[in-house]
């Protein structure tokens, strides 16, 4: 349990001054074809309802993937300034945040339940779902690490208030994003560290409960939400498939480099900038309102390469983008019969996961759920067993393995070879 000095009371009464909590709204316009209708509703208006149904309960802990972005600017550069400007007040609560985000992650990573439970006020519903949700995220972290072969010795947060106020007496609402890097190392290769970055929006209610701080209540964008079940993977096969794998030395071309270097800039809250801890590029619409960013995102990626020119069928222009450009369907749809990439595999995990290492950086994964692809991701790197990387916003993800987060029997993987040369 975390207790803190009185001092972090009184500049949370002085930040009240700070503005209210926003939340996007969806909105279908003709050329947008949004990926996942649900998302968080507002909680302000919730606040006087009486109606908890189970709907409420799904979103309360886990977030929708496809729509991960809790704050809703009306473009790029004043998302970013947003996302970065300075506030002295919040600047001194962070530090509590980052001690409650290190402390729940040490927990996530030692698989220990009564640190993590110490977090949460469970006698409150909200406050239970959100502990419930983290027990399942700390077994799935478990049970991929033991399927890949690789152990987790380090998860750090890097923390940024984006609004706070007081709710009512001691219960305080915090919008803040969250970056969080992850260093494991596989089981027969202990001395190579490899890393990745996740980043996160959260929504959540932090009580001051007998001198200490707790979670009420929790949202956020979690990458880990459409996939918290790896039972039904023969994982023993599959380890020992990853772990006989060697290093793959890249050889890429200059436009290659040019789309990863723009990639792992740009990659929102992931974003590999040592000043910055959220950034997308200010010339690109945000269209994480309209339904997703990811197949936004990954076209950036190709068009600033250099590679590929814009045409009537795949293109963005002052805000407005096709279907091809923006939607996850759509945009692989387009790489596929345009000639511009090529399929390496399709199916689940076990059927794909050994084609997958073919992939290099620029190429696509597809994710497949019902008979949708709703997300898209490039990959942009390989780890120290050659296994492939990918970057993406919704959640915005930097050198993440490309099925952590995706590992649930029903969804299928599209590999995609792009075509640079």
């Not at 968080?40 to 496809?66: F, H, L, R, T, V």
């Not at 096969?237 to 436009?255: D, F, G, R, T």
Request: aromatic share 14%; charged share 30%; glycine share 6%.
């Amino acid at each position: 349990m975390i207790r803190y000095k009185k001092i972090f009371k009184i500049l949370l009464v002085l930040s009240l001054s700070i503005g209210g909590l926003n939340f996007i709204n969806l909105k279908d316009d003709y050329f947008i074809y949004a990926q996942h209708k649900e998302i968080y509703e507002n909680e302000d208006k919730k606040e006087g309802s009486k109606k908890d149904n189970d709907k409420n309960k799904k979103q309360g802990s886990q977030g929708i993937d496809s729509n991960p972005q809790n704050i809703q600017a009306e473009d790029g550069n004043e998302k970013n300034k947003d996302m970065n400007k300075t506030q002295d007040i919040s600047k001194e609560y962070e530090l509590y945040l980052k001690d409650l985000f290190d402390y729940r992650n040490k927990a996530i990573m030692e698989h220990n339940e009564e640190i993590l439970k110490g977090l949460y006020d469970t006698d409150i519903k909200f406050g239970l779902w959100a502990y419930e949700h983290e027990i399942k995220k700390m077994q799935y972290l478990k049970n991929w690490s033991d399927k890949q072969g690789v152990v987790f010795d380090e998860i750090d947060a890097k923390v940024k208030v984006n609004k706070m106020r007081e709710r009512e007496k001691n219960l305080y609402g915090i919008i803040c994003t969250v970056c969080t890097k992850y260093k494991y190392y596989y089981e027969n290769q202990p001395e190579i560290k490899n890393e990745f970055q996740i980043g996160t929006q959260h929504y959540l209610h932090v009580r001051v409960k007998d001198d200490q701080y707790v979670i009420t209540k929790e949202w956020y964008t979690d990458p880990f939400a459409d996939s918290l079940n790896l039972e039904h993977i023969n994982s023993n096969e599959i380890k020992s498939y990853i772990l006989a794998q060697n290093p793959v030395e890249l050889n890429l071309s200059e436009k290659q480099k040019k789309a990863i270097d723009y990639a792992h800039k740009y990659c929102g809250a992931a974003t590999n900038v040592n000043d910055k801890i959220y950034l997308i590029n200010p010339n690109y619409k945000d269209f994480n309102g309209d339904g997703g960013d990811c197949a936004n995102f990954a076209s950036q990626i190709m068009y600033e390469s250099g590679t590929f020119s814009k045409n009537r069928t795949w293109n963005y222009e002052k805000g407005a983008a096709t279907k091809e450009w923006v939607n996850a369907q759509g945009f692989k749809n387009y790489l596929i019969y345009s000639g511009r990439g090529y399929y390496l595999a399709k199916g689940s995990y076990q059927e794909v996961y050994k084609e997958a290492y073919k992939l290099r950086p620029g190429d696509i994964v597809g994710y497949e759920k019902n008979g949708r692809i709703t997300h898209v991701s490039t990959v942009t790197g390989l780890d120290s067993k050659g296994y492939p990387l990918v970057t993406c916003h919704n959640t915005d993800r930097l050198l993440v393995p490309w099925d952590l987060g995706w590992s649930d029997k029903a969804i299928k993987f599209h590999l995609i070879k792009v075509n640079y040369e």
